[in-house]
DNA sequence: GGACTAAACGGACCGCAGTCCGATTATTAT
DNA sequence: ATAATAATCGGACTGCGGTCCGTTTAGTCC
């Protein structure tokens, strides 16, 4: 998790991260594990993450900036492994499928990423202003985007990657499996089902 | 807006409210809208609404809930109104033309509807727990099932109409048209073409 | 009118996310 | 080693939504 500097001014780049500062971002990483695992998402506060880290609070937000933040912290290596399968990894989910098996594929992992991840998820995304500036959704929606016009969509892809992707939403996803015991199969089936038809058209 | 009650012992429905009750509650939706119009619905707060209108806090939600169901309340004629006119309203909104049609309609008159009451609508809709489970979500969610059904949809209606329905989100319309500034007519014309491919089917 | 009761009242209080700034400490140059 | 400097640290503070409970008051029954 640590390495040396192959140049010590560090050209290009951030000007490197004091010691302490890395060393109370790992104890910080660490102990909203811990907290995670112990009681779930939605109960890690800040007050209490920074208690037992044994840091200040402001030291929390100085590294995280906010707490849609950490949570993005915390999701991003699964996040990184998820898009690396889609981008470069075996058909049908990464290259070398038709776009239409690609966006279903697609579609199906995500779901089950959700059902995975997906409390982790929501609290990354539930910052006030912006649900849509998360750069793995915007990501997303441009894959989304991408195989549909290899797919041959011709009517504003932008937008029905837009109208997919809000099918996609791991705040919705979870509701339907967890407020109205929807089985997952059903999510894939029916998401199967819609890109289909918006994909062969009218 | 008061009405003299027929029975003194109001049989069936809550047991009557008491005059400082109703008093108090048309003086915080009056100051409600005084607040929203002078500075927009984000800037309400409880206590800056429980300050003009000359009431103690606790007063306020114990008439509203919360802040959410105090925006619905503001929200609920124009609301009402709108559920009127897609259930029996002339068509093609209303009942007599094509489900299809009926689609389509619904979704640009709620695209127009997001447009001018979207931030009371995501303020309604900002409950931390549930953003589904709010009355006219949920009824325009079986609308769009029930026309689907009407439009010959044979797959998971339910899940088509709750897809469909994400799309039409105020949160994301709203996001759409004011950071990525599309212009509504656009997302009218793309919401067109995909109830259209979605009914149409494969 | 006066007593009784249930409801409404109000504002102190809580936990939360996020901010601010004086004190502290790692780093670099001398 | 020492001083200078810039980043980090910590926790008090703010504003918010929401809760609680002792106090007040409207409606009712005599």
Redesign the interface.
Known sequence: MSFIPLLPGSLSGPPAERSDAARNRERLLGAARELIAECGPDALTMDRLAERAGVGKGTVFRRFGSRAGLMMTLLSDSEAAFQARFMFGPPPLGPGAPGLERLIAFGAERIAYVMEHGDLARAAESSAH???EVPAVMLWQRHIEHLLREAGMD??PL??A??LA??L?P??LL??VR?QG?APE??T??WR??V???V???
């Open positions: 912006s649900r849509y009517a504003d937008l029905m837009m109208s809000a099918t939403d705040d919705r509701h339907a407020v929807l059903r999510l089936d029916s089902e819609l289909t038809r918006v062969r058209g009218r």
